[in-house]
Each structure stands twice: as C-alpha cells, then as structure tokens.
C-alpha cells in the first residue's frame, strides 16, 4: 500500500452560522461546531484511506472563544498520525467577521478515525508521508498523545 502526504487529504470547511445554529443569545452551540470538526477530520481521514472511517475518539478538544451567529467558520482538518488501521486528524476552528475581516481561533481538538472494510471490520490505513518539519513535529507530538492515551487504559 503507498503512502500519500497530508496535504493531499486536507480539507478545509466554511459555514455561516445562522440562528438556527445558536442558543437565545447569539453564542453557537459547542456541539454544532464539534459536528463541523467531525465531518471535516472525517473527510481527511476519507480522502487519506479512500475507504469508510468511524471516528473512535476525540482528543484535547478545546473551545478558547465563542462562536457567534453571523460568523464565517472555518475548519481545516490535516492527517498527522497513521497506524496500522487507525489514523489521526488535527483540526483548528477559526471564525471570521466577514464584513470586517477580523479572524480568532475559537477551538481545536485531535481526533482518531478507524479505517473500515465493506463488512465493517478494520482496514489497513496508507503510511502517512511526512513532506515538511511541521509534518515531523505534528507525528512526534501524535506519538505523545497516542503514548498518553494508550498508559490510561
């Protein structure tokens, strides 16, 4: 099986939040921005293995500043991790004001995807290619998590 290099599963998702995404005062849920990370992580690890993906887990997810109804969010999702049939997703939310342009980093989270077969059963997933230093440090740092995760179960 080849390996295939981060950048060419990325994916990067813009929604404008409306009300309907949103409690009474404006602020979006946490759960509908956690769906857009989902469905851009999930996206990457598609694209990476060419084959259905389950998300298995979630990792360090962070929300540092709200979303607000009339913001542009962005989603990107870049593979930094890949096992045998598991692979790794860092995501990064960012919201912008579209009338002014001004950008926050709002939330971010790791998340671990199962690669599947037609049957449901576990797929071997492509070698991450490592292209850049920062491809270098994203897998060191995923080895450290992956570490971590593994000594608490």
């Known amino acids: 099986m080849d390996g295939r290099p981060a950048s060419e599963s990325e994916i990067v998702l813009r929604q404008l ?12 849920h946490g759960a509908w921005v956690f769906k857009l990370m989902d469905e851009a ?12 993906v389950v998300t298995r887990l979630v990792d360090q997810m962070t929300f540092d ?15 930094t991790w890949t096992g045998r049939t598991s692979l790794e997703v860092a995501t990064t939310v960012v919201a ?10 709002v939330n971010s989270a790791y998340l671990v995807f199962v690669a599947l077969d037609g049957n449901g059963s576990p797929l ?16 060191v740092a995923a080895e450290a998590r992956r570490a971590h995760r593994l000594s608490r179960a």
């Open 17 to 28: 939040m409306l009300p309907e995404h949103a409690n009474p005062f404006g602020n979006v």
């Open 124 to 139: 071997p997933v492509p070698q991450l290619l490592l292209e850049t230093p920062e491809d270098h440090a994203n897998w």
């Open 96 to 105: 912008e004001q579209p009338l002014s342009g001004a950008t926050r980093k």
């Open 41 to 52: 992580a999930g996206t990457a690890a598609m694209r990476h293995c060419r084959a259905r």
């Open 65 to 79: 500043a709200p979303v607000h109804v009339g913001d542009l969010v962005h989603v990107s999702a870049r593979i």
